[in-house]
């Protein structure tokens, strides 16, 4: 029992260790060699007094070396993978990855499901009926050669020590703090294969980083391990004061991301998707700035090549072709429930957190891992910060399915926007492009 | 698993928690109702985050709720019990103790065991060959009201939710904090009857208070949590860089205890132990003042009056009588080692840790809770901070009985002694005395 108190302790007060102490405690969790509550206690330190760089890439290393790494060594370019941190409505990524596969971009990648106020990618294609997140290793790597993109969650295969720790974590208090979870998030990247990583860091009162300093030092966190692990990272900064488009909840997100790629839907969820493709594009290293990724990306929008790599990738899955074509089709709960202001003027600013509460209280979302989520629930959000509204005008729309659910979702929604008489700025949409992409 | 997420993440980001809060943990850590890995992960959270006043008091009711309350209704007066916090060599309740029993004083006190640097009374009297711990409630009762004081440990009838919580905090390396600690000793004592407690505060490199104002820090918190459980607080704060009196380990500390209560043994120890024993009187509602306290407490040393409660008591407890007459006969391991200066000049300071590591690294006191120690063995230090020392003079010598064991402690006790040629301040010996006593 006594085995790790001094480390426990050492961390408790505030010191940083040294790279073997990291890589030890690791894999001695994951030989469940480590006695659970002085794990938690460690964990727990570990969260409230930081992790210095090189702390948190001996974490991402133990965490790598715990399970197996892909290989792509046939592949004349570095495999990339694409991330969002948070952020509610964060679709683009349905839109990138298949821009920029058009042009040959390989991307293994390792998705996570919805939780709390995060939306999941894998959640998001699961909306299409038939469509497999449970891929074996050679059937993902045979997609990425294939189609150009697979999608998979994390395995036992993929950074299993992460897995433990992060199941630990969750049961016990200490998700917080970003450096553990960038360590996780780089290592069960590398693990899949990535040589590279395209970053969209959700800033704002719906997003991971709740202001730009905490972006900056979470985009300095993936600098400095994604060095160590020779993971090139790029990526942008967003304004998530809003939510991206009109769509938060996994069909209605797919039905808004295919809108974008037949050229209809928002112009915030454009902006960012091809600002993210034109990412992938550059890290890829397919062409040669940022601009010129831009416009391959737009390119690819508007002649339907990237609408026809998604269909090809999410059908090579097993997904539903058809879904595909008529989005509107897509699994839907049956309610509607809309949510009206009783006040004229301008709205000036929501609350992400009261919104993403809604959408789990509707069942959109998780709790825990390994609960189990609603594809077919959602909100659709009418307004956006500085919009002019009137007495009477809906400002969302709870797409429902279990009518118990509906109260506590209405109540969040409704507590989540705030109007003035006073006329309110409207915000910038990407606030930053970062890394080797700026 | 999930019941206690949302109180631990509460405590992770520095909130205070309300009292049924609290009360509701340490009900189901009692019960056992908390996994093992949240409760270490909550624990955590609190000593890094630290405890206010209320929360303090919270947990110090929770713990004494959870057991017995002894009670002594038929004393005139309220029994007070007495407490060191920390401090190597601390001996001076032994002498304090009987003093004030001989006045009156009913003195019904819950005793520690020596744990890392800090020495436990209850050790210290059991270097008294048949000195029993273990009394019943009954008999512990029973010897308050026949001999004035009776000793025993923290039993599993007495505040038992600390004692789960301090074995969870042991072994989880989260005994830092004097807020969790503080709340601990009270329950202890506010279940074993005590109205009143003086308490000796060691501060310095060989107390728990580093300094004066993590000793104020530590009085305020005995107060706080005092006023709320009904107990007066009284005592003083001492001096702890130097080791008080000569003596470290439990023969050796009984021995010069004894000493001083037949008019011999160093005036440090004497001092401390009158100071004490004034304060017991003055909590005891025995004398108007403490200036009157320590003349009564001087008087009953002179006389022997307060060597024969001594007696009377230990005897009581099935402790050897002839062992206290003849002090030199208490169990003594057999080898002796001098740790010799090799430099002349003037002692400038002592180490307290190294000097506690090497007591320490002999056996004389444990790492962990339920650790055995061997009472025979301890240093006698022959030099205080501020004495002119010569080349080849003895700093302190070692009393061992197991070999293998030696070197390291003479490692450690070397290191503990800085030597100077400036000639250094000889320091004050008790910095104040505080609560109703002052």
Request: net charge negative; aromatic share 4%; charged share 25%.
């Amino acid at each position: 029992m006594a085995e790790w108190i001094d480390l426990i302790i050492r961390k408790r007060e505030g010191e940083a260790l040294e790279p073997e102490e990291i890589s030890g405690f690791v894999e001695a969790v994951q030989r469940e060699e480590v006695p659970v509550e002085q794990a938690a206690a460690f964990l727990m330190a570990v969260v409230i007094r930081g992790l210095d760089e090189q702390e948190t890439t001996s974490f991402a290393r133990a965490f790598l070396s715990s399970g197996q790494t892909l290989r792509f060594n046939e592949f004349t370019y570095p495999p990339i993978d694409l991330g969002e941190t948070g952020g509610l409505g964060g679709k683009a990524a349905i839109i990138a990855l298949p821009t920029a596969a058009v042009y040959g971009v390989k991307l293994p990648v390792v998705a996570d499901r919805s939780l709390r106020h995060n939306g999941g990618l894998l959640d998001k294609f699961e909306a299409v009926p038939g469509f497999r997140t449970d891929l074996s290793l050679a059937e993902f790597q045979e997609s990425v050669r294939s189609t150009g993109i697979a999608v998979i969650g994390q395995t036992m295969d993929l950074a299993p020590a992460e897995i433990r720790v992060n199941q630990l974590r969750a049961n016990t208090g200490s998700l917080g703090g970003v450096s553990l979870t960038v360590a996780g998030l780089l290592a069960r990247k590398a693990a899949a294969g990535t040589r590279g990583l395209v970053v969209e860091i959700a800033c704002g009162s719906g997003g991971l980083a709740k202001n730009l300093a905490e972006a900056h030092s979470l985009a300095d966190d993936l600098f400095a391990v994604g060095e160590y692990l020779g993971i090139r990272i790029g990526g942008c900064i967003t304004e998530r004061d809003n939510p991206l488009g009109h769509a938060i909840g996994d069909s209605l997100e797919m039905q808004e991301a295919i809108a974008v790629l037949k050229g209809e839907g928002p112009a915030d969820v454009k902006e960012v998707a091809v600002n993210l493709a034109a990412s992938l594009l550059v890290i890829g290293q397919l062409v040669a700035d940022h601009a010129q990724g831009r416009n391959l990306a737009q390119e690819a929008i508007a002649d339907g090549r990237a609408l026809a790599k998604l269909k090809e990738f999410v059908t090579n899955q097993g997904g539903d072709g058809q879904a595909l074509d008529n989005p509107e089709q897509l699994p839907r709960g049956q309610g509607r429930r809309d949510v009206v202001t009783q006040r004229s003027g301008y709205l000036k600013a929501i609350d992400g957190a009261a919104l993403g509460d809604s959408w789990l209280a509707l069942g959109g979302s998780r709790i825990r891992r390994g609960d189990s989520t609603d594809h077919r629930v959602g909100l659709w959000v009418h307004k956006k910060i500085g919009d002019k509204v009137e007495r009477g005008d809906t400002l969302v729309t709870l797409h429902t399915s279990e009518k118990s659910k509906v109260d506590a979702a209405i109540e969040s929604a409704e507590e989540a926007f705030l109007i003035s008489p006073e006329p309110a700025d409207k915000r910038r949409l990407i606030l930053e492009n970062f890394g080797r992409v700026r």
